[in-house]
């Protein structure tokens, strides 16, 4: 194994076989002007050598259908939270191991900004996310991504209330805000609307798919009935999956938003083709029904810390999500950190790899690396 980039560690997830890393040179004498946005890409991967997830919070001030954090019955529940001194200790310590991208999960990281601000005394790269309805500290330096559900309107009843308004008001030209959009069958309709407000607003938006727990699946199949909390919607309306038509639906919505919205859209053909393909995105232990080759499954240097500051033996930051439905685009951004196979077949499609990591990089890293402006063009 050689690696894409000079480091030491031993990450497998980003290194590459000896015979890929010989097709990609092949690739790059054949097509030379690719070599700067190679660099790029070895740059921006760089950054995600030694990843960590924190969940920084175990409440929310939101009632989401099918949330991946509450809809868990299984879930960790940490009953006495480490005080304020300690998530100090803790990131500088963190920093010491080496942590080059920490990512905030929730339940809602912003309701514990104070340890938000202690960690982005100590971490260099991170990203947040939140569903936008509290406004971050503008001290905190991470990327920040806002999760959307769709349109006012579908809010109210996806989500307990109007939010999408809010978290624009809310961050409306913050350079540190990406939208997220979670597209599901229940709120493909509203993307038009939701992209031109988001341009309105100067807010970029990238995309998700849902993808349901495993105790929500388990509780449509018993045909269970509303508990009035984060299992509302389905008992009436069925599960929000998606089938052939929806997936190519979503495709579909995402194809208009490049192209109608294509400097504020952070999304590539060949991301919106991974994460709207037929079947499992990933190789699925038929034994333990988990995917294999999924880049955000807690193993390796990949840690997860509780809120007691403990790392966590869990299966990804979302452990409840069943991988054979699974559509995250965190799970599908961190396995394409080593170009497929497919990305190797020629210089068309080694192009669309390196889209996809300069993209990568937009939607996670803040702030942009300088090496995005020495490349000026060259890395459209
Ligand atoms: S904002 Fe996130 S954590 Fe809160 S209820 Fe919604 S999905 Fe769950
Ligand atoms: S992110 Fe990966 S490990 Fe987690 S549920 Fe999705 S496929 Fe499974």
């Known amino acids: ?22 097709r990609c040179n092949a690739l790059l004498s054949e097509v030379p002007s690719f070599r700067p946005r190679y660099e ?9 050598r030694r990843p960590a ?12 259908e099918g949330c991946y954090y509450f809809e868990n019955e299984d879930r960790l529940k940490v009953a006495v939270e480490r005080p304020q001194p300690d998530w100090q200790d803790f990131f500088e310590a963190e920093k010491a191991r080496g942590v080059s991208m920490a990512y905030f999960v929730g339940a809602e990281p912003a309701l514990e900004q104070q340890r938000l601000l202690a960690a982005t005394k100590h971490l260099k790269h991170g990203k947040i996310g939140t569903n936008g309805t509290i406004r971050i500290d503008p001290d905190i330096a991470f990327r920040i991504g806002i999760s959307v559900w769709g349109d006012d309107e579908t809010d109210t009843d996806l989500r307990g209330g109007s939010v999408l308004g809010k978290a624009m008001r809310n961050y409306a030209g913050d350079d540190r805000a990406v939208m997220l959009f979670t597209l599901s069958p229940w709120n493909l309709h509203t993307v038009p609307d939701v992209m031109k407000a988001s341009q309105d607003h100067g807010l970029a938006v990238t995309f998700n798919l849902f993808s349901p727990t495993q105790t929500y699946l388990e509780k449509i199949a018993q045909g269970l009935s509303s508990d009035e909390k984060f299992f509302r919607i389905a008992p009436e309306k069925g599960a929000p999956s998606f089938t052939t038509d929806e997936l190519a639906r979503a495709s579909d919505v995402m194809t208009s938003a490049m192209e109608d919205f294509p400097d504020m859209t952070l999304c590539t053909p060949a991301f919106r083709d991974l994460i709207t393909q037929l079947g499992p995105m990933f190789d699925i232990d038929p034994e333990t029904n988990i995917a294999r080759d999924c880049g955000s499954r807690i193993q390796g240097a990949l840690k997860y810390f509780s809120t007691n500051l403990q790392a966590e033996n869990v299966k990804c930051c979302t452990p409840n ?14 396995s394409q950190f080593i170009p497929s196979a497919q990305f190797l077949q020629s210089a ?17 890293i803040y702030p942009l690396p300088d090496i995005y402006q020495t490349l000026g063009s060259d890395a459209e």
């Open 40 to 48: 790029l890409a070895k740059h921006v991967i760089r950054i995600f």
């Open 348 to 364: 068309e499609m080694f192009e669309q790899w390196l889209d996809m990591m300069e993209m990568l990089g937009r939607v996670f």
């Open 321 to 334: 999500v069943d991988c054979k439905e699974c559509r995250l685009y965190s799970g599908a951004w961190s």
């Open 53 to 64: 997830f924190y969940e920084m919070s175990q409440r929310c001030n939101l009632w989401c």
């Open 1 to 22: 194994m050689r690696r894409l980039y000079d480091q030491t560690e031993n990450i497998p997830s980003t290194s590459i076989p000896r015979e890929m890393l010989r």
